[in-house]
């Protein structure tokens, strides 16, 4: 199983400009999420998607738009990219149940700069 | 609006000086609470739930309790090997409809020298 994984890597964009950055896992989750990391913000959630076909709002959601068109993929993009939005962007993907809440597993991260 | 406050910002240790971290909560109806380590230049890696206070969860030289106000991850005899942030997330019962959703800790960077 290679879990939850993200491409690119590393990114680097000028402002204006798009991109899109792609999640995958192969663990059959239900649930997928994208957040972005900053010094001294912690983790923000973006947006979230609770099945295929399904995305809603996270915390921080101006400027990016989402799309999970097969349950293994979530796909999210900048349609304008602005200095604002250089961060590191992880994606992590959690099962549903009932019960207590699942534990939610990380891909490796996106480093994106724009210019 | 669940809140989560983790200190110290960071922490230097020798190796084998024990300590803690401290991961205070505010969050409606505590569902779980979660820690989590992230190594540099990588994605943040699962270690413990906590369901409910009093309790206790353990891992190596790692252990982890809940009170109803705040969690400790506690670090027995630590190594350099232990060295990395480490993040704290809550998730609560307003967040159960949606996607059940975590909230996050800033982090504590924890630095051991050999």
């Known amino acids: 199983n290679a879990g939850v994984t993200q491409t690119p890597k590393f990114r680097v964009l000028k402002t204006g400009q798009s991109m899109t950055l792609l999640c995958a896992q192969d663990?059959?989750?239900?649930?997928m999420y994208w957040y972005r990391q900053d010094p001294g913000m912690g983790l923000r959630l973006i947006h979230y998607?609770?099945?295929?076909?399904?995305?809603a709002k996270g915390e921080v959601p101006d400027g990016y738009n989402v799309s999970r068109l097969k349950k293994q993929n979530f796909l999210l993009g900048l349609e304008s990219a602005a200095p604002s939005q250089t961060s590191v962007y992880f994606c992590?993907?959690?099962?549903?149940?009932?019960?207590?809440?699942?534990?939610?597993?990380f891909g490796p991260g996106t480093r994106l700069t724009v210019l | 609006e669940d809140q989560v406050t983790q200190s110290p910002e960071a922490l230097r240790l020798q190796e084998g000086e024990s300590s803690s971290l401290n991961c205070s909560y505010t969050?409606?109806?505590?569902?779980?609470l979660f820690w989590y380590r992230q190594d540099p230049g990588k994605g943040p890696e699962f270690l413990f739930t906590?369901?409910?206070a009093g309790e206790e969860k353990e891992k190596e030289r790692l252990k982890a309790t809940l009170t109803k106000k705040e969690s400790f991850l506690h670090i027995t005899a630590p190594k350099p090997e232990d060295s990395a942030t480490y993040l704290c997330a809550v998730h609560g019962t307003k967040t159960r409809n949606a996607g059940n959703m975590l909230t996050f800790g800033g982090g504590t960077r924890l630095m051991v020298k050999p």
């Open positions: 663990m059959n989750h239900e649930y």
């Open positions: 998607s609770v099945g295929e076909g399904t995305t």
């Open positions: 992590a993907s959690s099962t549903r149940t009932s019960g207590a809440p699942d534990t939610q597993y």
């Open positions: 906590l369901y409910s």
């Open positions: 969050v409606s109806g505590l569902r779980g």
